[in-house]
């Protein structure tokens, strides 16, 4: 009787446990809360049963234990709170725990599978975001990395593993911020190029985003670098990317818009930040961009992230090259280049606020640049519908879903911002314009000039590129790690 107590536990957990984990693993593929709490629950139970067998010293059990605590884990870092991440490194802890307690791995399948461990380790740490956690993330990337390069490379998923935290490894590099880890990051994605361009990307649509992907990723972090020779390799890995994707999209995937439509923002941004700067080459990345991305940013986040930067960047560049006018026969029309300037920061804003109905407010910075420029430019261009766009712009009752928490918005920062006494105005009727802004305004018009100073009255014209501030290049893609 005692030998048959024993034997039942045992005999349970095996016809259990695969069966919680084969349910765990469905439950996580559906990505919903309760579904990831259920999974997670599930799979802290395949835990119990396990330990409650008695082959604790067999290489078997070590494993078997190991990969329910590997699915506990993913099923924890699915569910993207710091308690979900805290519980899933130690999870994963725990699995490398077990299995340094089998130092013998009988196949290429296994090793692939203790790399993918260590990878969704880094990934988890890389979500953190202090430099001790970034570095716990590149050392995660650096095991997976020496791991996945003895094995086969001439097997296609295998190749796939490494280029993955390759791309990991120099993505937590970047966020280091440091200019040798910067330098090899930029290693690192040259290094997870050159393997992706060893498969079929031509053929494979997965393959070409990835390695667009890299391609852009490489150039924000030679972006990060801040010197002029850095600027021009990162136009150069922008244009790799954007020459990857582009084509005709009918029959090619979402996925590949919205990493297009990404790659020329950043592309627009470093053609704007180098030196000299590119602005109107810039302007056509931006307004492409946009074009990509219309029908979906207002149900898509990522579409809708990416409308709100195109209109930032639309905005520097219009405000560069209104600073900066071209000269010359056949240059462009300041006055069109202020109509469209107004334009997009008053979509930009209505599209954050949109978002930010919807529960999403982390596109509030961007609208305080928006806000920021609009009141500049139309005080500047077109006083006379300052009132107006003050009114839409802070007027809950008028703007459902402003951002009402950007210190910028509210009546006491918009007369720091210079505004007149008289552009505060009721919205049923125009304000009253001076007569002296009438002559501002036209001798601003008449004269606009490379110096920013009037020739009539030697008074400087306040710039406006500076109001934006720094671009916002796209980082959804640098931030998306890979299993």
Known sequence: MPAQEGSAPASAADREVPRMLAMAQ??????APDALKGAAELSH???????????????????QLAAAWIIHGHAQRESGSPSGRTAAVKAYDEALALLAKVPTIINDEERHDRANLWT?????????ESPESQKEAVRCFDEAV?????????????????????????DALTRQSDPAALK?????????????????????????????????????TWQCHGTPEAAAQA??????????????????????????SCALMNHGNSLLSCQPPVPLQ??????????????????EPMCGEVGIKGRHLKCRVLAYLLDHPPQGPGAPVGQDWITEATDAADEGMELARHWNLQGIPQFQPLAGDLFRFGSRIYQVSQPHFLAEFLLDSIDPARSPGRPCVIPTCST????????????????????????????????WETCRRRTNVCVSCGRPIWPLHPVLGPPWPWRSPLRQSFA
């Not at 969704?120 to 953190?128: H, P, Q, S, W």
């Not at 990051?185 to 985003?209: C, F, M, N, W």
């Open 26 to 31: 469905q439950l996580m593929g559906t990505g």
């Open 45 to 63: 139970r395949a835990i119990l049963l396990l330990k409650q067998k008695p082959l604790a010293d067999d290489d078997m059990w070590h494993r």
């Open 120 to 128: 969704n380790r880094g990934r988890t740490y890389m979500e953190e």
């Open 146 to 170: 020496k791991l996945r390069k003895q094995l086969p490379l001439e097997n296609p998923s295998f190749r796939w593993g490494l280029t993955a935290s390759l791309m990991n490894r120099g």
């Open 184 to 220: 090899d990051a930029v290693a690192s994605y040259d290094e997870a190029i050159e393997h992706l361009k060893q498969l079929p990307y031509e053929e494979h649509a997965g393959t070409r985003s990835r390695l667009a992907i890299a391609y852009m990723n490489r150039g924000i």
């Open 235 to 260: 136009v150069k890995s922008f244009e790799e990317s954007v020459n990857l994707l582009q084509g005709d999209f009918e029959a090619k995937e979402a996925e590949q818009e919205g990493i297009l």
């Open 282 to 299: 810039a302007l056509d990345s931006a307004r492409v961009a946009m074009e990509l991305v219309t029908d979906r940013e207002r149900t």
């Open 412 to 443: 006491s920062p918009v007369r720091r911002f210079g505004m007149p006494w008289w552009s505060w105005r009721k919205p049923c009727r125009a304000p009253r314009i001076p007569s002296s802004v009438k002559r501002s305004w036209r001798c």
